[in-house]
């Protein structure tokens, strides 16, 4: 739906033969009701206020755009630009099989060895594995996120039973830091099975209170991990996201204050994929400064080259199709004297450019990653030597988040 006002459209003849050109451009995509709203008729002043609505221009027309979507509205959220606090960060991909939750896990138990406390999260609702990873059956909450949806939409949860919802991971020992984790299904579901395809069903749906209010799945989840952080000091909140463009991963990506990681290998079907994703989030960017409110999310986003070859070759050009998509999508235009205010911009070569990917290279030996069963994989004996680049990247990049204070630094 597109907005005018009464001055553009001109005069009745002239709104009334705009309609009629948009209905036949747009063929069967228009609604039969109008797709044009003028500003002075009755209920577009709430439509024009509407949060989900985008703004387009083609270099000569500027409009506001209202796509009603069934699914996927998720993805039209403002994204968050305040940091939170304790520091969170996302482990995001396309596609499964790049280690995105491998390089988790690690991370944890990295943390734990330097006396971090450490929460993670399971969002990854429909492939849940983080709980297998890193705790055994008898340390299993008895609940897990995809419960704490459903009752909330319910009932809410109440303070008193949140400790059903954590498990302390084997990775917490004496003198080192706790690892705590929110698996995505606790053991009541493992018990029954039967019910988990229904839960699921229930979880991932809007919760509308008795007024009329809506509380989307992002400010769910954004609340349940306000709680869940709430119960312990933790320094930091690790999150495992859906792989994926589908719903279940915008409001990880999107609605939680957090330092997001792109995990990706140098394919081509990889900046294909990151390429539509990042057009979404450039009409975000630009609604954003349309609105003027805060886009500096575009500072918390990090991509992750992973299960990367020793290619020099193959690595620049990784490197240059990242820039590419940043630049395109993410990055501001600067003047012609090379200055805007408040600008987001950086040269290919800048260090400090979000642009940079975090580096993972291949090992063989993180094939068959089952800490589990083997419990040395999450010594930093074992790991150290690959994922050591990474992990001192990743510390820097929390402390560089808006009001750390080098909370990390380790």
């Known amino acids: 739906m597109k ?10 003849e002239d709104a009334e033969a705009l309609v009629d050109k948009l209905h036949t451009a747009l063929g069967p995509y228009a609604r039969a009701d109008g797709v044009v709203a003028f500003s002075d008729d009755p209920g577009s002043a709430r439509l024009l206020a509407a949060s989900d609505r985008l703004f ?19 993805w039209l959220s403002e994204p968050v630009s305040t940091v939170a606090v304790p520091p969170r960060v996302v482990f995001a991909s396309l596609k499964g099989g790049v280690g995105r939750s491998t390089a988790l896990t690690v991370t944890a138990a990295d943390l734990a060895a330097r006396g971090r406390n450490v929460l993670v999260v399971d969002l990854d609702l429909e492939a849940p594995g983080l ?15 995809v419960d704490y949806l459903v009752e909330n939409s319910i009932g809410g949860v109440s303070d008193r039973i949140l400790h059903k919802f954590i498990g302390t991971s084997e990775l917490t020992l004496p003198g080192g830091g706790r690892v705590d984790v929110m698996p995505a299904l606790g053991s009541s579901s493992v ?62 990506v999107l ?10 290998t140098a394919q081509q079907q990889t ?11 450039r009409l975000l960017a630009e609604r954003s400064v349309q609105l003027g ?7 918390m986003i990090r991509p992750v080259y992973a299960k990367a070859s020793t290619s020099a070759e193959t690595a620049a050009a990784y490197a240059d199709n990242l820039y590419e998509l940043f630049a395109e999508n993410l990055y501001d235009e600067i003047d012609e004297d090379g200055q805007s205010e408040n600008a987001i911009n950086f040269a290919p070569d800048d260090p400090d450019g979000p642009h940079q990917p975090l580096v993972i290279p291949f090992d063989g030996r993180f094939l068959d990653f089952d800490p589990a069963q083997r419990g040395d994989q999450l010594l930093g004996a074992f790991f150290e030597q690959t994922y050591r680049p990474f992990l001192h990247g990743l510390y820097e990049a929390i402390d560089n988040l808006p009001h750390q204070n080098g909370a990390l630094a380790v």
């Open 3 to 12: 907005f005018v006002t009464a001055e553009i459209a001109g005069s009745l």
């Open 131 to 145: 709980g297998d990873l890193l705790l055994s059956d008898d340390r299993t909450p008895l609940f897990g996120v």
């Open 56 to 74: 387009v221009s083609d270099n000569r027309n500027e409009f506001w755009l209202i796509d009603r979507r069934i699914v996927g509205a998720a």
């Open 293 to 299: 409110v805060s886009s500096d999310w575009r500072l």
């Open 191 to 252: 018990k029954y099975p039967a019910n988990v395809l229904a839960k699921l069903a229930r979880a991932m749906t809007d919760d509308v209170d008795a007024d009329g209010d809506v509380a989307t799945v992002g400010l769910q989840i954004s609340g349940m991990i306000d709680r869940i952080s709430g119960l312990e000091s933790y320094d930091v909140v690790l999150i495992d996201s859906r792989a994926g463009l589908a719903e279940l991963a915008a409001p990880a």
């Open 255 to 264: 609605s939680l204050g957090a330092l997001v990681l792109f995990f990706g």
């Open 271 to 281: 900046i294909r994929g990151y390429r539509a994703l990042f057009a979404a989030l």
